[in-house]
């Protein structure tokens, strides 16, 4: 069961230039989906958990089901809770055995997130657990300007903030945002370089449904080892249920639906891990 440390699959892909997929799933099938997509790449793969489905799921549970889907594959996979800024919600996590947290305090002001932020590496290191850090915040799609990519912090504050808290890895606003693009959005992909360069760590890549391969790989190569990708499940499972039930009116069992949406998820991973450049990169 090569349940391993975030940082280890992210420090790998870092310094070879890959990108990890790192998905969120939300229920047995998906964690499940995703797993067996990895294992059939052989990709190192990363499964993220929002705080909406684990106070859903329960802390427990979740973590059952992860360790139980887990122990069957052999490739690296780690167990990550995505954009939390709740302490308790954080603290129940790291010590049920969750391998990172990206602590979002991007509402508070800097100087109190760095404060907390530092805390919570602390807390994380106790459980041998990693941190990723943002302080400013991803929009959704839809709330986009087109100016995103301006508002943003120094590169002057970055620096700071990753040194002081001693995150492993740091989520800057590039003209992202989260859900459905309308367009290929701008990103400020210099951003990324400048930021690698000063703080030699890897960087995450929020809001990845819609990007475009060239941005993908342009991204990868200047030092996004962490590529989320979240919108695009959620779509594979609905869709593919709602062409089950459109295609088949009547038919009420639902393991076939399931196994609809089972392909359509895996299908679904298949193509990002290999957009990433993550395929056959398992070490164990
Ligand atoms: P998307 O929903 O746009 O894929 O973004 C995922 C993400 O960044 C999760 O934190």
Redesign the pocket.
């Known amino acids: 069961m090569p349940i391993v440390p975030t940082k280890e699959i992210l420090d790998r892909a870092f310094a070879a230039r890959y990108g990890v997929a790192a998905i ?1 799933v939300f229920n047995d099938l998906t964690m499940e989906a995703v797993l067996a997509a990895a294992e059939e790449l052989r990709a190192p793969v990363i499964l ?1 958990t929002s705080v909406k489905h684990v106070k859903m799921t329960g802390v427990d549970a979740m973590y059952a089901m992860w360790r139980a889907y887990a122990g069957h594959v052999s490739v690296p996979t780690a167990l990550h809770l ?2 939390c800024p709740e302490r308790e919600v954080i603290s129940a996590c790291l010590a049920r055995g969750w391998n990172s947290i990206l602590f979002d305090a991007s509402k508070l002001s800097v100087e109190e997130n760095k404060r907390q932020c530092a805390e919570v590496v602390a807390e994380a290191r106790r459980y041998g657990a990693n941190v990723e850090g943002e302080i400013e915040g ?1 929009k959704r799609t839809e709330e986009m300007t087109g100016d995103e990519a301006e508002h943003v912090q120094t590169l002057e504050t970055v620096i700071d903030f990753i040194k002081v808290t001693g995150v492993d890895v740091f989520a800057p606003a590039i003209g992202n945002a ?2 459905t693009y309308k367009a290929a959005p701008k990103l400020d992909s210099q951003r990324v370089t400048d930021i690698v360069e000063a703080t030699g760590l890897p960087v995450a890549l ?5 990007m475009t391969p060239e941005q993908f790989s342009d991204l990868i190569a200047r030092g996004c080892a962490k590529v ?5 499940v959620k779509i594979a499972f609905m869709k593919s249920g709602y062409d089950f039930m459109t295609e088949r009116p009547g038919d009420y069992d639902p393991p076939k639906l399931f196994t609809a949406q089972r392909a359509a998820v895996i299908e679904m991973a298949k193509y990002h891990i290999r957009l990433f450049g993550s395929e056959g990169k398992a070490w164990t």
Do not use: L, M, R, V
């Not at 929020?206 to 819609?210: E, R």
């Not at 989320?228 to 695009?232: F, L, Q, V, Y």
């Open positions: 969120n993220q995505d954009h991803f989260h859900g929020h809001g990845g449904t819609g989320n990708i979240s919108t695009a």
